[in-house]
């Protein structure tokens, strides 16, 4: 295990009877992030669902298979990159993250990303967005976008930049593998995401 993941799962140790918010009332576990990190990629998704919340695991569900898939068409696996949530503990009902929820959160996402320091964070879901816009500041070339502003249908396909003081982040803005379960007919726009995702990693950043 490298030293960034050492260090991460040191912290999570800290954090795993978090009161911060009214979630730990409803939660049966905090569900932190998981993966090898091989390559510096990170997966953003939205809160835990029902089987995560019982496994302690985050994408082990149904969704969580979808984007196993998606992820191996595009050479990849849970081995090569990070997959953490937005949100740590699960909502009633798997209802959407309110705000107070998310900014309570926002703490240990800022710690995932200055330990794991990604070239690229593939945000799963418009959640996904809102979380990062309220801790850095968020941009769609020179427009900064905000919790109340950022949709995901106006920037998905592009690619945005995330600051947070010297740390600087590529993100590709994609559906939630949920989502896609709903309405197949996004699965292939998931799958183009991941892929360009893949090719960005590549290419010099241009800030």
Sequence with gaps: ????????????????????????KSRKQVVVGEGGYKRPILLL???????????????????GKLLDDILRRNGLSREDLFITNSVKCRPPNNRKPYKNEIIACSAYLIKELEVLKPKIIITLGATGLQ?????????????????????????????LTLRIDNLVIKVVPTYHPAACLRNPSLVRNLQEDIKRAVIELETPFID
């Excluded at 309220?134 to 396909?157: F, M, P, S, W």
């Design 1 to 24: 295990m490298s030293e960034k993941l050492r260090e991460l799962y040191s912290f999570y140790q800290e954090i795993k009877n978090c009161s911060k918010c009214p979630l730990q």
């Design 45 to 63: 998704g939205e809160a835990p669902g029902r089987t995560e919340d019982a496994l302690g695991r985050p994408f082990t569900g149904r969704a």
């Design 131 to 159: 979380a990062l816009s309220l801790i850095g500041v968020l941009k769609n070339n020179d427009n900064i976008l905000n919790y109340n502003n950022v949709k995901l249908k106006e920037v998905r396909g592009r690619t």
